[in-house]
C-alpha cells in the first residue's frame, strides 16, 4: 500500500502565503510524478502543478508566477510553496503521485479569505 499525508493547509487572507507538504510512505520503487491538484464543489478537479523524477516542471495558467511545486526524493515528499493567494485559489487541494499506480491523498481544504 502506499499512503500520501498532506498538511499545511488553513485559512490565510488574500496576498497571503502557504505551503502545502505531502509524505509519501509504502511500498513503491520509485516515483516519476508528483502534483498537486484542486477541486472546489460542483467542479472538476484539476491540475495545478506537477514536477517530474528530472525535475521538469509545469504549472496551471492561473497560478504561474505565484506558485512553486518542488520535490525531496530523499524525504519522498512534494511541496507547493503559494504565495500571493487569492480567494480563487480556494478548494480542497489534494497531492498525487505517479509511481506503479497512480494514488491520491485525502485532501486539504486552503481558504483564502479576509
Known amino acids: 500500500q502506499v499512503h500520501l499525508v498532506e498538511s499545511g493547509g488553513g485559512l490565510v487572507q488574500p496576498g497571503g502565503s502557504l505551503r502545502l507538504s505531502c509524505a509519501v510512505s509504502g511500498n513503491f520503487f520509485s516515483i516519476n510524478v508528483m502534483g498537486w491538484y484542486r477541486q472546489v464543489p460542483g467542479k472538476e478537479r484539476e491540475s495545478v502543478a506537477i514536477i517530474s523524477r528530472f525535475g521538469r516542471t509545469n504549472y496551471a495558467d492561473s497560478v504561474k508566477g505565484r506558485f512553486t511545486i518542488s520535490r525531496d526524493d530523499a524525504k519522498n515528499t512534494v511541496y507547493l510553496q503559494m504565495n500571493s493567494l487569492k480567494p480563487e485559489d480556494t478548494a480542497i487541494y489534494y497531492c498525487?503521485?505517479?509511481?506503479?499506480?497512480?494514488?491520491w491523498g485525502q485532501g486539504i481544504q486552503v481558504t483564502v479569505s479576509s
Open positions: 498525487s503521485i505517479e509511481a506503479t499506480d497512480h494514488y
